[in-house]
Antibody, heavy 116, light 107 residues
Framework: EVQLVQSGTEVRKPGESLRISCKASGYSFTTYWIGWVRQMPGKGLEWMGIISPGDSQTKYSPSFQDQVTISADKSISTAYLQWNRLKASDTAMYYC?????????WGQGTLVTVSS | DIQMTQSPSSLSASVGDKVTITCRASQSVSRYLKWYQQKPGKAPKLLIYAVSTLQSGVPLRFSGSEFGTDFTLTISSLQPEDFATYYCHQSYIPPYTFGQGTTLQIK
């Protein structure tokens, strides 16, 4: 059974750094791209970017390029989403999703709140 | 970027009704079109991939079709559990993009 289990809720202050994680199981981690989707409070889904865990090739939405970093550690089947300097506007739910010509399996979501 | 424009943005309907949601792509997305259902507080769930193929376990009342760059999701007979928000998504050319969503509400 394919499962994506994300790390828990985070509360940070503006300017702080953060890395959230997504651990995959039930399939060969390096076979599929894996990526992240943002959902701001009360809003729709926004595709952020994806990574190929086998060779670490990435594709980003221009809206998120240089704002976040997507990485993966194939030795532990885990993908990451990282911010160096959080902003209040980063407050959102973040979902990881396996990509098979688009997202098919999704994690449960990680709520990130950025507030002073 | 390919823009995915969904209509309507919201829709009120009754149990048993047939409803259709449309997604228009700003350019060709070939058959790289998926539909998702999202309920409040939950992750999206894949309903349909490759325009018209039902994901395993999805009820047969859901169907997808295309007319050029217009794509439709049809629910043939609404059930109480179908009231949710629906999104289309293209994965043909990055950056991949979602429609803005259609919220299906009980009339």
């Amino acid at each position: 059974e394919v499962q994506l289990v994300q790390s828990g809720t985070e509360v940070r202050k503006p300017g702080e750094s953060l890395r959230i994680s997504c651990k995959a199981s039930g399939y060969s981690f390096t076979t599929y791209w894996i990526g992240w989707v943002r959902q701001m409070p009360g809003k729709g889904l926004e595709w952020m970017g994806i990574i190929s865990p086998g060779d670490s090739q990435t594709k980003y939405s221009p809206s998120f390029q240089d704002q976040v970093t997507i990485s993966a550690d194939k030795s532990i089947s885990t993908a990451y989403l990282q911010w160096n300097r959080l902003k209040a506007s980063d407050t959102a739910m973040y979902y990881c999703a396996r990509h098979n010509d688009g997202p098919d399996y999704w994690g449960q979501g990680t709520l990130v709140t950025v507030s002073s | 970027d390919i823009q995915m424009t969904q209509s309507p943005s919201s829709l009120s309907a009754s149990v048993g009704d047939k409803v259709t949601i449309t997604c228009r792509a700003s350019q060709s997305v070939s058959r790289y079109l998926k539909w998702y259902q999202q309920k409040p507080g939950k992750a999206p769930k894949l309903l349909i991939y490759a325009v018209s193929t039902l994901q395993s376990g999805v009820p047969l009342r859901f169907s997808g079709s295309e007319f050029g760059t217009d794509f439709t999701l049809t629910i043939s007979s609404l059930q109480p559990e179908d009231f949710a928000t629906y999104y289309c998504h293209q994965s043909y050319i990055p950056p991949y993009t979602f429609g803005q969503g259609t919220t299906l509400q009980i009339k």
